[in-house]
């Protein structure tokens, strides 16, 4: 076996140590994170307005292929090509709105990170205040019951009475 | 005598009794709500393992795709589009306008050559071409030489065929992969899509009533 290497043997004190591992794991796990952003020079627009206002446009727009990342984090085929339309259309001037009404006219609500308020998904934006409203309910429910209910769990019947009282006297078992 | 009461008597002599026995004005109706109220994680179990079930099934066959998303042109009429031919495969460019008037409805699929499902599926266009369906062909995102290629191999289903390689025409079409499959009735509306290979139970199940359909 190789012994350690002499960096961990050294000197530090644990905590230092410690603290070093942990940066060492985030710069890990955020490596990944970077490669997967746009990185390609040659993608972005030459005026950082303009091609700040894309990114924020394709961090709203979902990628259809990979279905759990914006366009701007995935690194399918057609995020690129959505990435281009995205940049193409804010260079020539469209409006945030406008460039997003191209794609969903194209792809429909599922485009939409944020997806419209409209009947169809009233239900999923109604979500929290629907659970919360449960919640609230039942709660007020148990304590209600638990306030005008007589405790009459706490209230021994005729037969409890009677084997206690054989139990004080000292008959019972 | 409450029944209660007598349900205690009957019940081996215990030291102590862990829970009093009921003495609300109604045990039997508690305790039968009670009883329902522990076969309700089974029934919920049960309800669970139905809908697993289904969906695997739908899995299989086809009918259920967790990562399908429906088509935002259904109902509205094909995108406007000028595609050249393919260079040797025999076939002229397509365009919006050749979709309508055929006086039948048509069918737009979109292949490339290094796509497995669109092998999968190729049979079932042959099929469909045989049996006289106006099938229009649009190499996505493929070279032209491994199209022609993968066309002289397995066959050219198509009457026309168009090639686009920058795949922009595909995104007017809201394809998001291929093989995806289009129904074009005869006034150029859109009225199917389906994403994925074509199997011999979508022409059988999907396909083939909508074509009667729109006839």
Known sequence: MMPPPAALR????????????????????????????VTDPAEMLRDPAQEERAREIGRELRCMVCQNQSIEDSDADLARDLRRIVREQVAAGRSDAEVMDYLHARYGDFVLLRPPVKPETWLLWGMPVIALGLGTGMILAIRRRRATAPDAALELSAAERARLRAIEDGKGR | MSPADGREATAPATPAPTTPAPTTPAPRAAASRR??????????????????????????????????VPSALIGQAAPDFTLPPL??????????????????????NFFASWCVPCLIEHPQLTRLAREGVPLFGIAYKDKPADSLAFLRRHGTPYIRLGVDQPGRVAIDWGLYGVPETYLIDRQGIIRWRWAGPLTEDTLTQELQPLLRRYA
């Open chain 1, 10 to 37: 050294g000197a530090a004190p644990p905590l230092l140590r410690a603290g070093r591992c942990g940066l060492a794991a985030l710069a890990l796990l955020a490596a990944p994170m970077a490669l997967a952003a």
């Open chain 2, 87 to 108: 260079e040797g495969a025999d076939r002229p460019g397509l365009a919006a306008a050749d979709l309508r008037g055929q006086g039948r409805p048509v069918l737009v």
């Open chain 2, 35 to 68: 009883r329902l109220l522990l076969l309700a994680p089974f029934a919920a179990a049960a309800a669970a393992g139905a809908g697993f079930y289904a969906m695997l099934r739908g899995l299989g066959t086809g009918g259920y795709d967790p990562k399908g």
